[in-house]
């Protein structure tokens, strides 16, 4: 199974601040077809999850555009550039182009 | 707009069944895929599989072969997920997630499993 590694595992930011969350897979994500099924995605507290970010760098339906994703390969990161007070929760790099799909081990993001 | 909703918790013994149901509404059911996702207790997100809602045909990750079943209720847009002979383990949130080219952009609820003698 392809292995997503997070870091870091936990962030603390202030109210303003960019941060990057890193995603490494143990195998190319590049797949057959040309495309790269990298996804990220948010689990505020006690909600399920919501999708930002698709195929890298494709920023989801209603996402703010402080979110964006970038990378190729093995190596994907995501940005927030100005932390707000509702982006506290846990960040997941999921990858679908290796079966089974597998999710990253989460960076819970804290606010200052 | 299209949401998914997801039965409520259930508390049930070691070696009962549980089914969770997902409803879809705001989208054409049979497009689009739908992923189940387990989430335990303070844990990470773990895949299950997924269902084609156009043809049945469940696809089942290693972990979830044999106990796990997913099924349809196409006419009523409703995806649901069997456990049987529950264990401790199986205490967690199962989440329902829409698949297909938009995957994983819309998700239940969660429905709260708890096993406890």
């Known amino acids: 199974d392809v292995v997503l590694t997070q870091t870091p595992s936990i962030l603390s930011a202030t109210i303003g601040q960019s941060v990057s969350i890193s995603c490494r897979s143990s195998q190319s994500l590049l797949d057959s077809d040309g495309n790269t099924y990298l996804y990220w995605f948010l689990q505020r507290p006690g909600q399920s999850p919501q999708r930002l970010i698709y195929l890298v760098s494709n920023l989801g339906s209603g996402v703010p555009n402080r979110f964006s994703g970038s990378g190729s390969g093995t190596d994907f990161t995501l940005k927030i550039s100005g932390v707000e007070a509702e982006d506290l929760g846990v960040y997941y790099c999921m990858q679908a182009t290796h079966a089974p799909l597998t999710f990253g081990s989460g960076t819970k993001l804290e606010i200052k | 707009q299209i949401q998914l909703v997801q039965s409520g918790p259930e508390l049930k013994k070691p070696g009962e069944s549980v089914k969770i149901s997902c409803k879809a509404s705001?989208?054409?059911?049979?497009?689009?895929?739908m992923h189940w996702v387990k989430q335990a207790p303070g844990k990470g997100l773990k895949w299950m599989g997924w269902?084609?809602?156009?043809?049945?045909?469940?696809t089942y990750a290693d972990d979830f072969k044999g106990r796990f079943v997913f099924s349809l209720e196409a006419s009523a847009s409703t995806a649901n997920l069997q456990i049987s002979n529950l264990k401790n383990e199986d205490t967690a949130t199962y989440f329902c997630?829409?698949?297909?080219?938009?995957?994983?952009?819309?998700w239940g609820q969660g429905a709260s499993v708890t096993v406890s003698s």
């Open positions: 269902i084609n809602t156009y043809t049945g045909k469940p």
């Open positions: 705001g989208y054409t059911f049979t497009d689009y895929a």
């Open positions: 997630a829409r698949g297909g080219s938009g995957i994983m952009d819309a």
